[in-house]
């Protein structure tokens, strides 16, 4: 079993639609979880940085953790085209080698106008 | 406000041929970090330094492969002797604590 697992989709969607993306984790020592977009052939761009469970909310981002599950969530709300994009979950732990995050494999977004 | 640089973007390269890909990381950001990624796949850890010093080296970083980050500024990634399974992109990123770990746009490294 891998330690982060992502659905890879594709998922394809109208525009205003909201959407949800899932990471589901296997190690508990995993306490701070990032959410990235990247777009073809770019690098992976931050969007969301957790660390509670709980709700961020940053514009029309939300990123919910949920540690007694080992699932996190992104919601996207009012999709957009340019929202089209592979949005990867990574995490990391808070000991030993906690500068190295470990990523899901990401999951392939088609907003349709 | 510049980001993150590597060069090249993109390398096409005979197998057995050595390999060169440089990275500048955001001004004053002293924590730097190699990572590779395949098509289909989620970035994967290869290495990182906190200024100067190398911290960790992966296990997926065989002998031909190098890192060096001198005086803490920009760092080199070096793959000797390429092989086919060494195509990827090769992405670095940095950070000023362990939080806000930004990427670059990657260098595309194909072996022919």
């Known amino acids: 079993q891998k330690e982060v697992e992502q659905d890879p989709g594709p998922l394809s969607v109208p525009e205003g639609a909201i959407v949800s993306l899932n990471c589901t984790y296997s190690?508990?020592?995993?306490?701070?979880f990032m959410w990235y977009r990247q777009y073809s052939r770019k690098g992976p761009e931050l969007l969301m940085y957790t660390y509670s469970s709980g709700n961020k909310e940053d514009g029309r981002f939300t990123a919910q953790v949920d540690k007694s599950s080992k699932y996190i969530s992104l919601f996207i709300r009012d999709s957009q085209p340019s929202d089209s994009a592979t949005y990867l979950c990574a995490m990391r732990g808070s000991g030993g080698s906690n500068y190295k995050l470990t990523f899901g494999k990401g999951t392939l977004l088609t907003v349709n106008p | 406000d510049t980001g993150v640089s590597q060069n090249p973007r993109h390398k096409i390269t005979k197998r057995g041929q050595n390999v060169t890909f440089r990275c500048d990381p955001i001004?004053?950001?002293?924590?730097l970090y190699w990572y590779r990624q395949t098509l289909g796949q989620g970035p994967e850890f290869l290495t990182y330094f906190q200024n100067e010093a190398q911290l960790e080296k992966s296990r997926l970083l065989s002998d031909r492969f190098s890192a060096e980050r001198p005086k803490g500024s920009f760092s080199t990634l070096e793959i000797q002797r390429t092989e086919q399974g060494d195509s990827a992109m090769y992405l670095c990123?940095?950070?000023?604590?362990?939080?806000?770990?930004?990427f670059g746009e990657g260098s595309w490294l194909t072996v022919v």
């Open positions: 001004s004053e950001h002293n924590r």
């Open positions: 990123a940095s950070s000023l604590a362990l939080d806000l770990i930004y």
């Open positions: 190690n508990s020592a995993f306490q701070y």
